[in-house]
């Protein structure tokens, strides 16, 4: 869902934007703000700082999840086992012992590939577009879990 909206004055700090569109998009849960930074390729940053918002941006909205974990009643505290067997070390590392790297699509790896390359001749860093990061991202996901 996209809404757009623009503000009568730049608000003075992060709470005060999100103050601002809780109230005209009559959101009731909590959320964090993320922007698409230029000075890192218009890649989606958490908005932490009011200057780092260039003074036209779009904003996205990232709702908040918490997990109450303070319960005693039986059915909660059979919920708090579940949520705590779901959230096992093995589940929350980083990285598994060994880490193949999956095979991407041939357009990825050719890429890689020279960019691989670029690196090695002349210490060349490869910058990728926004569609080619979404697939490494996903392929690598789905060989992670």
């Known amino acids: 869902n996209a809404e757009r909206f623009i503000l009568p004055s730049r608000p003075s700090s992060v709470q005060a934007l ?3 569109i809780k109230t ?5 849960f909590d959320f964090r703000l993320q922007f698409e930074d230029p000075d890192f ?6 908005l932490v700082e009011m200057e780092h918002l260039p003074s036209t941006a779009s904003v996205k ?3 908040l999840v918490e997990l109450d974990l ?3 009643s039986t059915s909660e505290t059979s919920l708090l086992n579940d949520i705590t067997d779901a959230i096992s070390p093995e589940r929350i590392s980083r ?3 060994v880490f193949i790297v999956p095979k991407f699509s ?3 790896e050719h890429v890689l590939k020279e960019g691989n390359a670029a690196f090695e001749k002349d210490g060349k860093l490869i910058r ?3 569609d080619q990061k979404h697939n490494i991202l996903e392929v690598m996901g789905e060989e992670n879990f």
């Open 41 to 46: 390729d218009h890649a989606l940053c958490n």
């Open 70 to 72: 303070i319960s005693t």
């Open 61 to 63: 909205v990232i709702r």
């Open 95 to 97: 990285w598994p012992e």
């Open 106 to 108: 041939y357009e990825v």
């Open 18 to 20: 999100i103050d601002e």
């Open 128 to 130: 990728l577009p926004r």
């Open 24 to 28: 005209r998009l009559k959101l009731t």
